[in-house]
């Protein structure tokens, strides 16, 4: 019986829809010569222009629309004319918030053939999987803003570090690095921030103790960024805040190909509710509706989307498909330095994935079978 999974397409502003058109094209593909299972995608038509026109990012009942799907694919929001502020607290922020989706996984792999600004640093010194907590810290939203436009002006912003979100993400971190036999690395600065980072540091320690397996360590956050880009080769598994992990992971992108090809998941692990995949590059307003956009980091985060459905042998396909358009440097988009178009990049996609799936298929013809 073939299995289905329901998609809801938030395709967003600027290239958003151009990139999420192409990871699409990939899922299908995927889909169709697997045969085990397909797609069934509703599209929403949510962001800033939606927002432009009816004073909201979604609609009134959007969470309830988007609870009956297996995942979100996002493509980007953002757009001149509306605040940021907007456009990330109403949609993107209010998602991942309303879901529980505590968990976003940020993979930082210098793939072969992907241009790398560090001297003398390969594939295997850049292999990294962010996992940052998602669900409160620094953008859990809480402060004040009192006396406004006064001489005694005063703006609060709290973090939120609650025992049982701390606990959760840490060892949702310490769960994955013995499960891929990696060492676990906590980012902090309990140095200075003497209630929050000195709280984290606390967990990590206490539960620590709990998987005497997995090799720990712990960096400040500034020394983080240095070893990042002087000894990338530390990290393996990183467990980071809201707010340090979403520096440090596009830190990390800048040193593993840029950030076209930087993909995240915002997962909720109990699958109460839908998680949520996109590409972390933004909506490029600049460059949108040129066909130019780079649609890597939409397929990479559609690989995550299959492996978090179970089909991990085809998510690494899709990843080995990259890796190989990189490698051939004849189809890629104008940021790879290339001449193509972003529909020309997901069609050579495409025909790497179905010469790969084939030849697997006579090798093993139950390959679609994880």
């Given at each position: 019986?073939?299995?289905?999974?329901?998609?809801?397409?938030?395709?967003?502003?600027?290239?958003?829809?151009?990139?999420?058109?192409?990871?699409?094209?990939?899922?299908?593909?995927?889909?169709?010569?697997?045969?085990?299972?397909?797609?069934?995608?509703?599209?929403?038509?949510?962001?800033?222009?939606?927002?432009?026109?009816?004073?909201?990012?979604?609609?009134?009942?959007?969470?309830?629309?988007?609870?009956?799907f297996d995942a979100i694919y996002l493509g980007a929001v953002?757009?001149?004319?509306?605040?940021?502020?907007?456009?990330?607290?109403?949609?993107?922020?209010?998602?991942?918030?309303?879901?529980?989706?505590?968990?976003?996984?940020?993979?930082?792999?210098?793939?072969?053939?992907?241009?790398?600004?560090?001297?003398?640093?390969?594939?295997?010194?850049?292999?990294?999987?962010?996992?940052?907590?998602?669900?409160?810290?620094?953008?859990?939203?809480?402060?004040?803003?009192?006396?406004?436009?006064?001489?005694?002006?005063?703006?609060?912003q709290t973090g939120v570090f609650s025992r049982k979100g701390?606990?959760?993400?840490?060892?949702?971190?310490?769960?994955?690095?013995?499960?891929?036999?990696?060492?676990?690395?906590?980012?902090?600065?309990?140095?200075?921030?003497?209630?929050?980072?000195?709280?984290?540091?606390?967990?990590?320690?206490?539960?620590?103790?709990?998987?005497?397996?997995?090799?720990?360590?712990?960096?400040?956050?500034?020394?983080?960024?240095?070893?990042?880009?002087?000894?990338?080769?530390?990290?393996?598994?990183?467990?980071?805040?809201?707010?340090?992990?979403?520096?440090?992971?596009d830190l990390g992108a800048a040193i593993a190909g840029g950030?076209?090809?930087?993909?995240?998941?915002?997962?909720?692990?109990?699958?109460?509710?839908?998680?949520?995949?996109?590409?972390?590059?933004?909506?490029?307003?600049?460059?949108?509706?040129?066909?130019?956009?780079?649609?890597?980091?939409?397929?990479?985060?559609?690989?995550?989307?299959?492996?978090?459905?179970?089909?991990?042998?085809?998510?690494?396909?899709?990843?080995?498909?990259?890796?190989?358009?990189?490698?051939?440097?004849?189809?890629?988009?104008?940021?790879?330095?290339?001449?193509?178009?972003?529909?020309?990049?997901?069609?050579?996609?495409?025909?790497?994935?179905?010469?790969?799936?084939?030849?697997?298929?006579?090798?093993?013809?139950?390959?679609?079978?994880?």
């Open positions: 019986m073939v299995k289905i999974f329901k998609i809801a397409v938030i395709a967003g502003d600027g290239i958003g829809p151009e990139v999420i058109r192409e990871g699409v094209k990939v899922l299908n593909k995927v889909a169709e010569l697997s045969g085990d299972f397909r797609f069934d995608f509703t599209y929403f038509p949510w962001g800033c222009e939606y927002y432009v026109k009816h004073g909201k990012m979604m609609d009134d009942d959007g969470i309830e629309q988007l609870k009956v953002g757009y001149p004319g509306v605040p940021d502020h907007i456009s990330l607290w109403d949609l993107l922020l209010k998602i991942r918030k309303e879901f529980d989706q505590y968990v976003n996984i940020r993979p930082i792999q210098l793939l072969q053939g992907a241009p790398c600004p560090l001297k003398d640093v390969g594939k295997k010194e850049i292999d990294m999987l962010f996992i940052r907590e998602n669900s409160e810290g620094e953008y859990a939203g809480a402060g004040d803003w009192l006396f406004k436009g006064k001489a005694e002006e005063v703006v609060l701390t606990e959760r993400i840490i060892r949702y971190a310490f769960e994955t690095a013995r499960k891929m036999g990696k060492s676990l690395t906590s980012i902090s600065k309990g140095n200075a921030l003497n209630y929050s980072m000195v709280f984290w540091d606390q967990i990590f320690n206490e539960i620590s103790k709990e998987y005497p397996d997995v090799e720990t360590h712990s960096y400040l956050v500034d020394a983080a960024s240095m070893f990042m880009v002087k000894q990338p080769e530390r990290f393996q598994v990183v467990v980071a805040s809201n707010l340090f992990g979403d520096i440090l992971t950030m076209g090809l930087a993909a995240g998941a915002n997962i909720n692990p109990e699958r109460t509710y839908p998680s949520m995949f996109e590409p972390i590059h933004g909506s490029a307003p600049d460059i949108a509706g040129k066909g130019i956009a780079n649609p890597l980091a939409a397929i990479w985060s559609a690989s995550q989307m299959l492996e978090f459905f179970g089909y991990k042998a085809l998510a690494d396909t899709v990843i080995q498909a990259i890796e190989k358009i990189l490698q051939e440097k004849e189809v890629l988009t104008p940021d790879m330095n290339g001449t193509s178009s972003t529909s020309e990049v997901g069609d050579r996609m495409v025909d790497i994935i179905s010469s790969m799936l084939h030849d697997e298929r006579l090798e093993r013809p139950l390959f679609s079978q994880q």
